[in-house]
């Protein structure tokens, strides 16, 4: 792994740390509107993780072209290569990039 890149790369964290660091994230970013968290579904991930060579996902932070918070997905060979073409015109072509999670807030569980 010394690309970094591993089938196990990440780890669980308890409820407690999870709790800690959600909470330092919306005290350096109070507003109620701030986005703190974008669902998506497994089939997007399991479509990923579908391709050819593909161990992982990487989620680059982004924004599109009218300034909006985005997320784009990835996936991600042994060697660390994303797997894409960003000269693609259509989706799914040359490796699937996803995005279009769904975002809370508004959607956000009951315990926000």
């Known amino acids: 792994m010394a690309n970094g890149i591993s089938p196990d790369a ?3 964290i308890s409820g407690e740390t999870a709790k800690r660091w959600i909470a330092n994230h919306r005290e350096r970013h109070p507003a109620p509107d701030e986005k703190i968290a974008c669902f998506y579904g497994s089939e997007i991930f399991n479509q990923i993780l579908a391709q050819p060579g593909c161990v992982g996902i990487r989620i680059y932070f982004a924004f599109d072209d009218n300034g909006a918070q985005q997320k784009v997905l990835v996936g991600v060979d042994a060697a660390g290569n ?3 073409d960003l000269n ?3 989706p799914g072509e040359g490796g699937l990039i996803a995005d ?4 809370c807030p508004p959607y956000c569980p009951p315990e926000k």
């Open 100 to 103: 279009y999670g769904t975002w």
């Open 10 to 12: 990440g780890s669980p």
């Open 82 to 84: 994303n797997i894409w």
């Open 88 to 90: 693609a015109t259509e």
